[in-house]
C-alpha cells in the first residue's frame, strides 16, 4: 500500500512540474541591470541637413523610450542606443561604424543612403548588418548585409511616373520628364530607377541636371530644363535644396504649369517650412509611410511621444520614418532572442552579428510596424527591401495629403551593381 501510495504522489508531483512548465517558460526572460541589446544609429542632426537629420534623431529617441518603457524592449531586454550625429561627413561614417563594432552593437542603422554608402564596404567586409531608414540602389545591390525598412530611391520614381502616367498626365504620346537629382546617392540611385523603368512606363527623359547639398540657385539648370519643354519635373533631394529649386521654378514662370514630383528624402513638413506653403501647392510627392492624419495605432502613440517631448517635429515625415526604422528594429531584436537567446547576442561579435542577421532579419515576416506602413515588413531572399510599399502624396493647403492606395514596388535587377 505504501509503495502504491509513493508512485501515486511521484505520479501527481511530476504532473504538477510538467503543467507548470509552460507558464514559467510564458513569463520570458528577466533582463538583469546589465543585460541590454546594444545598436548603433546616427543622424546628420548637424551639418547641411539638421531639418532631417534633427527629426529623425528625435523619432529615435522617442521610439526607444516607448519600446523600452511600454514593450518591455525587446524580448524582454532594454534596448541601448550608441548614437552618434554624423553631421552628414562621410569622413566620420566608417569610424563611427567600427567603434560600434568595437563597442558591442549587434547592428546598425544610418538616416541617409549617403552615410550608407560611406559605411557599407566596412560592414559589409565584417558581415555587420545595417539598414538605412533611406536607401538608395547604391546600397542595396546586389544584395549583402545592408538592407532597406522601406523601398529606395528608384523605387520612388518608378511609383511617381506610374501614378503620373495613369492619373496626372492628359495628353497624348510619352509625357516628357525632365529631373533634377542631388548629386550621390539618392540622386543616383532615382536615375537607376527611371533608366531601367522609363520605356516600360512610357516616359520620355528629356534632360537631367544635378546639383549639390548646398545649393542656393539652380536658375541656370532650370534654364536649360525649362528649354527642353518638360511636362513633369521630378527631384530627387533633401529638403532645402528641393525648396530652392522649386522657388527658381516659380519665379522663372515655369510652376504653375508643369507638374512637380519629388522623392521621399525631400517630402516632408521642412520642405513646406522653408519654400512657404503657396510655393509648393501642388507639389506631389512618394512616401514610404502613412501620414499624421492616418488612423492607425502607430500614428497615436507617435503623437502622444512627439507632443510630450518634441512638439516642433509634429507632422514631419523624418521623425515618422526613425520612429518606423526602430520599431522594425525591435521586431528584428524579438525575433534573434527568441531563436538564439540572449547570451549569444550579448557578446557583441561577428557571431552575434550573423545570428541577428540570419535568426532576425532575415526571419521577418508579416510585421505591420502599428500600421505606420504599407503590406508588411517582410524579408524576402535576395531583396534586402524589408517593405515594398509607397504611397503617392501631394501638398494641399500647406498639408501632406495621401492620394489613393498603396502601390507595390517590384524588384528590379540592376546589372550595374552586378545583379544577377
Not at 143 to 158: A, E, K, L, R
Not at 214 to 235: G, M, Q, R
Not at 236 to 264: E, F, Q, W
Not at 335 to 362: C, F, P, R, S
Request: glycine share 10%; with cysteine; charged share 20%.
Amino acid at each position: 500500500m505504501k509503495t502504491n501510495r509513493w508512485l501515486l504522489l511521484s505520479a501527481i508531483f511530476l504532473v504538477s512540474i510538467l503543467a507548470i512548465t509552460p507558464l514559467l517558460a510564458a513569463c520570458g526572460p528577466k533582463a538583469q541591470p546589465s543585460q541590454v541589446l546594444k545598436i548603433g544609429m546616427m543622424t546628420p542632426s548637424t551639418g547641411p541637413v539638421p531639418e532631417k537629420g534633427l527629426p529623425g534623431q528625435h523619432g529615435i529617441q522617442d521610439a526607444i523610450e516607448y519600446i523600452n518603457t511600454e514593450l518591455g524592449g525587446a524580448g524582454g531586454y532594454p534596448i541601448e542606443v550608441l548614437w552618434r550625429d554624423s553631421a552628414y561627413d562621410m569622413a566620420k561614417v566608417g569610424t563611427i561604424v567600427q567603434n560600434y563594432m568595437n563597442e558591442g552593437a549587434i547592428l546598425f542603422t544610418t538616416h541617409s543612403s549617403s552615410e550608407m554608402k560611406a559605411a557599407q564596404g566596412k560592414a559589409n567586409d565584417a558581415g555587420f548588418p545595417g539598414l538605412a531608414t533611406f536607401i538608395s540602389t547604391m546600397n542595396l545591390h546586389p544584395p549583402q548585409h545592408i538592407y532597406g525598412p522601406t523601398p529606395d530611391y528608384g523605387d520612388d520614381w518608378v511609383a511617381f511616373a506610374r501614378y503620373y502616367k495613369e492619373n496626372v498626365w492628359k495628353g497624348t504620346g510619352k509625357p516628357k520628364m525632365a529631373m533634377h537629382l542631388l548629386s550621390g546617392t539618392v540622386g543616383q540611385g532615382t536615375l537607376d530607377g527611371a533608366q531601367a523603368m522609363a520605356d516600360e512606363i512610357g516616359i520620355e527623359l528629356v534632360d537631367v541636371q544635378n546639383h549639390l547639398i548646398n545649393t542656393t540657385d539652380e536658375t541656370a539648370s532650370l534654364t536649360v530644363i525649362k528649354s527642353k519643354n518638360p511636362d513633369v519635373l521630378f527631384i530627387s533631394s533633401v529638403p532645402a535644396p528641393t525648396a530652392v529649386i522649386i522657388k527658381n521654378a516659380k519665379d522663372l514662370g515655369m510652376y504653375p504649369g508643369i507638374t512637380i514630383g519629388a522623392a521621399s528624402a525631400s517630402f516632408t513638413k521642412a520642405l513646406v517650412d522653408l519654400a512657404g506653403a503657396d510655393v509648393v501647392e501642388g507639389v506631389y510627392g512618394v512616401f514610404h509611410t502613412v501620414s499624421w492624419d492616418d488612423d492607425v495605432p502607430g500614428v497615436a502613440k507617435a503623437k502622444e511621444y512627439v507632443m510630450k517631448n518634441h512638439p516642433e517635429d509634429y507632422g514631419n515625415m523624418d521623425y515618422f520614418s526613425t520612429w518606423s526604422t526602430t520599431l522594425i528594429i525591435r521586431e528584428i531584436l524579438e525575433l534573434a532572442v527568441k531563436n538564439v537567446g540572449y547570451d549569444v547576442l550579448a557578446k557583441g561579435d561577428a557571431a552575434a552579428w550573423k545570428a541577428v542577421e540570419e535568426q532576425g532579419i532575415q526571419k521577418l515576416k508579416g510585421y505591420t510596424v502599428e500600421g505606420l506602413q504599407g503590406g508588411t515588413v517582410t524579408y524576402t531572399p535576395g531583396d534586402n527591401r524589408l517593405n515594398k510599399f509607397l504611397r503617392i502624396y501631394q501638398i494641399q493647403d500647406g498639408k501632406i495629403v495621401a492620394l489613393g492606395d498603396w502601390q507595390e514596388a517590384p524588384l528590379i535587377k540592376y546589372a550595374a551593381y552586378g545583379d544577377q
